[in-house]
T-cell receptor
């Protein structure tokens, strides 16, 4: 089945530094990838939609300059949390849609636990 | 726009008992419906999906769900649960051709011995 790899699985960083999270579709081409944020015991909150070769579409309330998204190829999207602060600590999950079937279910990465100290 | 309501935030059941996790949705367009399971510190895994056709959908791990258009529901069921089914379950809906999904708040299923 379709596999999405997310790296790193855990990261601890100091306040003020930037962190990059990678999301790769391993065996299919993903025109579109989504980035979610999940707080403990809560649902997934869509942050942005990432389309290969174009600018990401951010959801209302998500700071574009803080959460930089790059989707340079059909198999890789990156989320960079810039100047991270403790309130950015969260579980970040990416998902991808197969290029050949926009109506297929999302394939999820295993998430990245970000802790900002 | 779509919305999803999972009616139970927590469902405790005993092992080998049946379980139903309830999900209602609202949408102004046709939708696709999904159930996902999430184990601690992991991403989401698809249990089953409804795209069209038969309203009774069978998924992995013995789960099934029934799409009820008149009641705008997509409840998840399993006739006999195992300890290993303890997890968070999310119902999700997406518009027919958008790909982007809206998730419910999740239901924590706890299976007790």
């Amino acid at each position: 089945g379709a596999v999405v790899s997310q790296h790193p699985s855990r990261v601890i960083c100091k306040s003020g530094t930037s962190v990059k999270i990678e999301c790769r579709s391993l065996d299919f081409q993903a025109t579109t990838m989504f980035w979610y944020r999940q707080f403990p015991k809560q649902s997934l909150m869509l942050m942005a939609t990432s389309n290969e070769g174009s600018k990401a579409t951010y959801e209302q309330g998500v700071e574009k300059d803080k959460f930089l998204i790059n989707h340079a190829s059909l198999t890789l999207s990156t989320l960079t949390v810039t100047s991270a602060h403790p309130e950015d600590s969260s579980f970040y999950i990416c998902s991808a849609i197969s290029h050949s079937d926009l109506n297929s279910p999302l394939h999820f990465g295993n998430g990245t636990r970000l802790t900002v100290t | 726009a779509q919305s999803v309501t999972q009616l139970d935030s927590q469902v405790p059941v005993f092992e080998e008992a049946p379980v139903e996790l309830r999900c209602n949705y609202s949408s102004s367009v046709s939708v696709y419906l999904f159930w996902y399971v999430q184990y601690p510190n992991q991403g989401l895994q698809l249990l089953l999906k409804y795209l069209s056709g038969s309203t009774l959908v069978k998924g992995i791990n013995g789960f099934e769900a029934e799409f009820n258009k008149s009641q705008t529901s997509f409840h998840l069921r399993k006739p006999s649960v195992h300890i290993s089914d303890t997890a968070e379950y999310f119902c999700a809906v997406s518009a027919s051709n958008a790909g982007k999904s809206t998730f419910g708040d999740g239901t924590t299923l706890t299976v007790k011995p």
